[in-house]
């Protein structure tokens, strides 16, 4: 199923966000353009959500 996520849903922005994420994953589809704005805009999203940024934590 290729499955292009809805953004224009107002209520549902999150969960579309989190879909378009998994569906380009379940495909393989890592490496592209839409992959990574959708990824970085879900870890902004969990970054101020959850505070401090622990990529870099030794």
Do not use: C, K, W
């Not at 107002?10 to 569906?23: H, I, M, T, V, Y």
């Not at 992959?35 to 401090?52: K, M, N, P, Q």
């Amino acid at each position: 199923m290729d499955h292009a996520p809805d953004f224009a849903l107002p209520g549902d922005a999150d969960s579309s966000l989190l879909e378009g994420l998994f569906q380009l994953a379940l495909n393989g589809q890592t490496q592209g353009s839409e992959f990574d704005l959708i990824d970085h805009e879900v870890y902004a999203r969990l970054l101020s959500t959850y505070g401090t940024d622990q990529r870099f934590a030794a």
